[in-house]
């Protein structure tokens, strides 16, 4: 799987969009982009995923660059629940045999 | 998360004593996997298991075991608990050959004291 790197934390206010960078230089063209994030003492959720073009769900929105070395995930309206550690992932497919591999993450707090 | 329940939520136990932590789901999905997740450390990757009786090593599997002898139980086993394993544990479902995410479970919080 492609390394990503993220800062290591970012502060947003309450009510604003906030907006995650990661850069994975290294993407092979079948490897897609995930997005997760763990609140505090809970279990990482999935966001959303994609491949190439930019997807929007209810949760949020991925923005992948045409060059595919980097991305940002977008959360429009954030709400101080929005606070939690955000990851990157780049794996050729989401479910498989050898899991995922977390690194350290963006710290994201929203400020009131 | 709906459909995936760890037992217990949180354990205290003492060095040398076995453990077993669970993992039930209810999706039917082919893949489970055991996390555990430490300060400084992030994530990493235990045990995980393909199918019934199917199961391999992750990145941190010593001092562990695992059985999966129903497509729903995947169990953890710490067959001499260690200080150094005090950490909280996460599972996780996922479905093959799909390109969508993995759920997790809300965790087992383990001290060996």
């Known amino acids: 799987d492609a390394k990503t790197t993220q800062p290591t934390s970012m502060d947003c206010a309450e009510g604003r969009a906030a907006n995650l960078p990661c850069n994975h230089s290294t993407i092979s063209g079948n490897e897609y982009v995930y997005w997760y994030r763990q609140i505090h003492s809970q279990g990482p959720q999935y966001i959303i995923h994609g491949l190439k073009n930019n997807e929007t769900n209810e949760m949020a929105s991925l923005i992948i660059t045409e060059d595919r070395k980097s991305s940002t995930l977008i959360l429009p309206h954030a709400t101080l629940r929005d606070t939690a550690v955000y990851y990157c992932?780049?794996?050729?497919?989401?479910?498989?045999?050898?899991?995922?591999?977390f690194g350290k993450g963006t710290h994201l707090i929203i400020q009131p | 998360d709906a459909g995936i329940t760890q037992s217990p939520r949180h354990k205290v136990t003492e060095t040398g004593t076995p453990v077993t932590l669970r993992c039930h789901q209810t999706e039917n999905h082919r893949y489970m996997y055991w996390y555990r997740q430490d300060p400084g450390h992030g994530l990493r990757l235990i045990h995980y298991?393909?199918?019934?009786?199917?199961?391999d090593k992750g990145e941190v599997s010593d001092g562990y075991s695992v059985s999966r002898s129903k497509t729903e139980d995947f169990l953890l086993t710490l067959e001499s608990a260690t200080s150094s394993q005090t950490s909280v544990y996460f599972c996780a479902i996922s479905e093959s050959r799909q390109s969508y995410g993995y759920t997790f479970g809300s965790g087992t919080r383990l001290t060996v004291v």
């Open positions: 298991s393909y199918g019934v009786k199917d199961t």
């Open positions: 992932i780049v794996r050729v497919s989401g479910g498989g045999a050898d899991g995922l591999t």
